[in-house]
């Protein structure tokens, strides 16, 4: 692919038109179309760019694929150029190759999954792992490549003593009432027995 410039055509594998954004323009007499090269593979083209890459996609020549595998209660968002989206759990997204992705955690604590969320335990975001090792829940990504992203949680059993308790002397109390009846019932058979043989 090629692209024009003051000082004549130029190669690049990727191209990204993006609408004006009044941020940092670099289309000037002296670069008339508003190109920024960023790099010998990539540019951008547009009116006004900003050199943050934030304009509205108006056209890309080829995009890449952001793999995220995340917690199935986790909210994870992702913004890229001016598009913010909201994801549920693991998913991917394409994006215009050689720009950025940023992504983040709604929250970092989450129930658990399954009966031990329903009894009060929590997960607590510990790190993301992959094309990006962090512990930071907000991370921005130059996506020139396919990527794959995860999160690690670990699990916090505290929020389930109140419901582990509960459940605990619920049980005693039902095994209490039990014992109580049983022993009521023996001294009835008891005391009939003892009537029948008198």
């Known amino acids: 692919m090629e692209y024009l410039t003051q000082s004549g055509w130029t190669s690049a594998q990727t191209l990204v038109a993006l609408s004006g954004c009044a941020v940092l ?6 670069n008339p179309y508003g190109v920024v ?30 793999n995220v595998e995340a917690d199935q209660n986790a909210i994870v968002a992702v913004r890229v150029l001016t598009n913010t989206s909201t994801y549920s759990g693991s998913f991917f997204i394409q994006i215009p190759r050689s720009t950025f992705a940023y992504v983040w955690l709604e929250s970092t604590q989450i129930p658990s999954a399954g ?13 993301w792992t992959g094309d990006v090792e ?4 907000s991370i921005r990504i130059l996506m020139d490549h396919d990527g794959s992203i995860s999160t690690r949680w670990t699990t916090d059993y505290s929020g389930m ?21 049983n022993v009521r019932r023996r001294k009835k058979l008891t005391k009939r027995l003892s009537t029948s043989f008198t």
Request: proline letters at 3%.
């Open 161 to 181: 003593i109140g419901a582990v308790l509960t459940v605990t002397i619920g049980i005693l109390l039902v095994a209490l009432v039990l014992l109580a009846l």
């Open 134 to 137: 962090t512990s930071n829940s």
């Open 37 to 66: 090269s960023l790099g010998p593979n990539h540019i951008i083209a547009g009116s006004d760019i900003p050199l943050a890459h934030m304009g509205d996609l108006l056209w890309t020549s080829d995009y890449v694929t952001l």
């Open 115 to 127: 009966l031990l969320g329903d009894l009060g335990a929590t997960d607590q975001f510990q790190k």
């Open 25 to 30: 323009s670099d289309s000037s007499i002296s």
